[in-house]
Nanobody, 125 residues
Framework: QVQLVESGGGLVQAGGSLRLSCVAS????????MGWFRQAPGKEREFVAG????????DYTDSAKGRFTISRDNAKNTVYLQMNSLQPEDTAVYYC??????????????????WGQGTQVTVSS
């Protein structure tokens, strides 16, 4: 059973930065497409960024382009999300997720089999 554990969330002022980490255990991390999603109160969970197994292909939601960077270190079984220029609308619980069955990041949460517990990101204005 794959376990994902996120960390790095917190409270930050608008314009600030945070780096989220997600450590995987119990599976073959290097075989999974990894994604970051977020869910704000009263809203559906939405795709933020995804990265292929080798890190050679990356996808972002439009609001994350130019501000967020996803990366992974397969030797450490870890995927990261560097978030810069944070805005209040980025406030949400952020989740990492693993897709063991496909070759590129998909934007639907239904395609991801394994999920972390989430980490809260709060951006104050």
């Amino acid at each position: 059973q794959v376990q994902l554990v996120e960390s790095g969330g917190g409270l930050v002022q608008a314009g600030g930065s945070l780096r989220l980490s997600c450590v995987a255990s119990g599976g073959r991390f290097s075989a999974y497409v990894m994604g970051w999603f977020r869910q704000a109160p009263g809203k559906e969970r939405e795709f933020v960024a995804g990265i292929t197994q080798s890190g050679g292909s990356i996808d972002y939601t439009d609001s994350a382009k130019g501000r967020f960077t996803i990366s992974r270190d397969n030797a450490k079984n870890t995927v990261y999300l560097q978030m810069n220029s944070l805005q209040p609308e980025d406030t949400a619980v952020y989740y990492c997720a693993a897709d063991p069955t496909y070759y590129r990041p998909r934007k639907s949460a239904r395609n991801y089999d394994y999920w972390g517990q989430g980490t809260q990101v709060t951006v104050s204005s």
